[in-house]
């Protein structure tokens, strides 16, 4: 089997609510830009993927990918995924990974198609279903993470991550709040997005500490190896790191020999695809330390995130960002979350859910080759 084609068509969505979650990251336009990736093949099988997302508009990688990545792909047997990797990933090292983690995305769903097995049972498979978060934006004050929070108590789901405003005696009340509203056996998380100097880390961790949180997630900025250890040394409630910097295997070590952090974090974008993400995830078992699933910023994305956290034993939910509205886009039925707060496996080979072509058709600007 060979790679015969590679073409991205870029679509746009209006319509999309401008959502923030610091206050470094705002998708300022009201539209959401995507790239349908298509790789086809020799053999008339296809892998698809998304580039883009509601906070990175996919023109600012389309160039790279087609530029940069297509020309090496053309003629290579897409069942090779690790030296496609590999090649990918020394040639991005001009570029970011993100048009390199689209890609690996389409080479898993022609191999889940060439196999005739969703992803995460080509990758192994551990279990069937994972329980959701509600993952919150950043909202407009404490009475609205109480409604919000409440809400997704109240459709089933069992737990529900903070975005906070940034300011920390602010963010403490806001936890406070929640946490009387939802009851002490209701599992919260705290997302800070970067945004304390240390001292506001310690006192915002140990103020979720006595809330009963189940983690605390970026309190400091993303290369703070330093203050990352000094803080998990003061603190009892596991420490989260990793989803930033953007980078590959390599960028975790520190963090595991500087002991800096109690759970590993990866995405597709970020780390450049399912390849990146499972090898992180045997990482941080090797270790006994946890993996979560990062939100994947599209709806493809997501689901290839969903399918590796399907296949490994050390992660426990899979996050769902807020305003759904904002982010899920491009499939006919995107992934639901039950009555018991669980999302389940796709049983269809490859990525597993069907792409909404007319909705691409309907937006397309642009179908570059």
């Given at each position: ?289 946890q993996y979560e699933v990062h939100h994947g910023g599209n ?71």
């Amino acid at each position: 089997m060979r790679i015969t084609d590679l073409t991205l068509t870029m679509f746009t969505v209006p319509g999309v609510p401008p959502t923030r979650y610091a206050a470094h990251l705002a998708n300022l336009s009201g539209t959401l830009e995507l790239g349908l990736l298509t790789l086809d093949t020799d053999e008339g099988v296809q892998g698809h993927a998304f580039l883009g997302s509601a906070m990175r508009p996919a023109g600012l990688d389309a160039a790279a990918l087609m530029q940069g990545l297509k020309p090496l792909l053309m003629g290579e047997d897409p069942l090779e995924r690790e030296r496609l990797h590999e090649l990918m990933r020394r040639w991005s090292r001009t570029s970011t990974l993100r048009p390199m983690g689209t890609v690996d995305v389409a080479l898993w769903d022609i191999a889940g198609k060439v196999a005739g097995l969703p992803i995460h049972r080509l990758l192994g498979g551990y279990r069937q279903a994972l329980p959701a978060y509600a993952s919150s934006q950043k909202l407009s004050g404490t009475d609205a993470y109480v409604e919000q929070a409440l809400h997704f108590k109240s459709l089933g789901w069992t737990a529900y991550k903070i975005h906070p405003v940034g300011e920390a005696s602010q963010d403490i009340a806001i936890c406070e709040a929640v946490r009387r509203a939802v009851g002490d056996g209701y599992t919260l998380m705290l997302d800070a997005s970067f945004a304390y100097r240390f001292d506001e880390a310690v006192r915002v961790g140990r103020a979720i500490e006595q809330l009963g949180f189940r983690w605390y997630e970026d309190p400091l900025t993303e290369n703070d190896v330093y203050n990352c250890r000094k803080l998990r040394d003061k603190l009892d409630i596991p420490l989260m790191a990793t989803e930033l910097p953007i980078g590959g295997l390599d960028t975790y070590a520190v963090w595991l020999t500087e002991r800096a952090t109690d759970y590993l974090r990866g995405d597709v974008p970020l780390k450049g695809g399912i390849t990146t993400m499972v090898k992180t995830a045997h990482l941080a078992e090797a270790f006994n330390l946890q993996y979560e699933v990062h939100h994947g910023g599209n709806s493809l994305n997501n689901l290839a995130g969903l399918h590796v956290a399907l296949a490994i034993r050390n992660t426990e939910f899979f996050e769902v960002l807020l305003p759904v509205e904002s982010h899920r886009h491009g499939l006919v039925q995107d992934i639901e979350v039950d009555a018991k707060g669980l999302v389940q496996a796709p049983a269809q080979p490859g990525l597993g859910l069907d792409i909404d072509f007319d909705l691409v058709r309907r937006g397309t600007n642009a179908v570059l080759r």
